[in-house]
């Protein structure tokens, strides 16, 4: 696959600090969906982000790429303010995928990912209208790119078939196709395991170190906690709008915090349940 992103030998978080949130609070009216969150992601790192429904994770994405303004606090990108514009956030290089698949149902595979790739075609408007040959030499180009991305994320068969005709675990891996067209540095992704069943789950777990090794630092909103535990260098844990523990894999299933507020279950079975993670884990590393 081509990428204008510097490539990284695989492996977990190297670099700087990429992303940051310093603070951010969103006040909803009366409700106080953030408090004071704040947390940097590295250079090639994947993060994952639990928290029982409600706790702010979906509401936390949408203040890191522009959709909300934060009542207080800040985000920003490379050190610089993300810009409060989602079209812009995306062209800085912060792409996303939603908890509720937003896909052109109608529009094929292909087409929904060349949406994502049109991001980055610098055309003006008179060479699109004109169809000329610098029209002509990048719609081929993201025609190209885009059978690379779907054959990347296993969905070449599917090319030109309409989005709302794959299967819903296939329409989730799409949404990530079309995400990367967009040449991220940074892909956030809100429950990218909703409603797979253990195969699918494993492949996108598989995806995401893909796409990880191609030097993209990764967000991910996860319930599955054996999918978080095996998958991240690093977990945060939203519970009511607070960030209460963050940690590796590891610190975070040992944390008595955790296992009361977010997991809910008594300390040994959580820990039996991790561990059977763990070990699944290990054949995958
Ligand atoms: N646009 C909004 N307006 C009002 N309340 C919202 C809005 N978005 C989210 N909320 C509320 O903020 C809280 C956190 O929601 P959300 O971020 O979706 O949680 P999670 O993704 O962790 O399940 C919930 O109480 C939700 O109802
Ligand atoms: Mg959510």
Do not use: W
């Not at 492996?11 to 969150?37: E, K």
Request: aromatic fraction near 4%; glycine fraction near 10%; charged fraction near 20%.
């Amino acid at each position: 696959m081509t990428t204008a992103i510097p490539m990284v030998a695989g492996g977990s978080a190297s670099g700087s600090t990429i992303l940051q949130a310093s603070g951010v609070t969103m006040q909803f009216g009366g409700l106080r969906a953030l408090n004071d969150v704040s947390f940097g992601l590295s250079e090639g790192e994947i993060i994952g982000l639990i928290g029982p429904n409600g706790a702010g994770k979906t509401t936390l994405f949408n203040c890191l790429t522009g959709l909300y303004a934060p009542t207080s606090g800040a985000v920003s990108l490379r050190g610089n303010p993300m810009p409060q514009d989602p079209a812009r956030v995306t062209e800085q290089g912060v792409a996303r995928t939603f908890q509720n698949i937003r896909l052109f149902p109608s529009m094929t595979a292909a087409e929904n990912v060349m949406v994502g790739r049109h991001v980055r075609m610098k055309q003006s408007p008179l060479s699109s209208l004109l169809h000329g040959p610098s029209f002509r030499r990048s719609e081929a180009e993201a025609a190209e790119r885009t059978e690379k991305l779907l054959a990347f994320v296993g969905l070449s068969q599917f090319a030109g078939e309409l989005a709302r005709n794959l299967p819903y675990g296939d329409q989730r891996r799409l949404e990530i196709a079309r995400a990367l067209a967009t040449d991220p540095a940074v892909l956030l992704l809100d429950e990218p395991t909703a409603g797979m069943n253990a195969q699918e789950t494993e492949a996108t777990r598989q995806l995401i170190f893909a796409i990880r090794d191609l030097g993209i630092s990764v967000v991910v909103i996860e319930h599955d906690t054996k999918f978080i535990f095996t998958l991240c260098d690093r977990v945060l844990v939203l519970v009511q709008g607070e960030l209460l523990v963050e940690g590796s894999p590891d610190e975070v299933r040992g944390d008595p915090r955790v296992v009361e507020a977010y997991l809910g279950a008594p300390p040994d079975e959580v820990d039996a349940q991790i561990h059977a993670a763990e070990d699944e884990g290990e054949n995958h590393r």
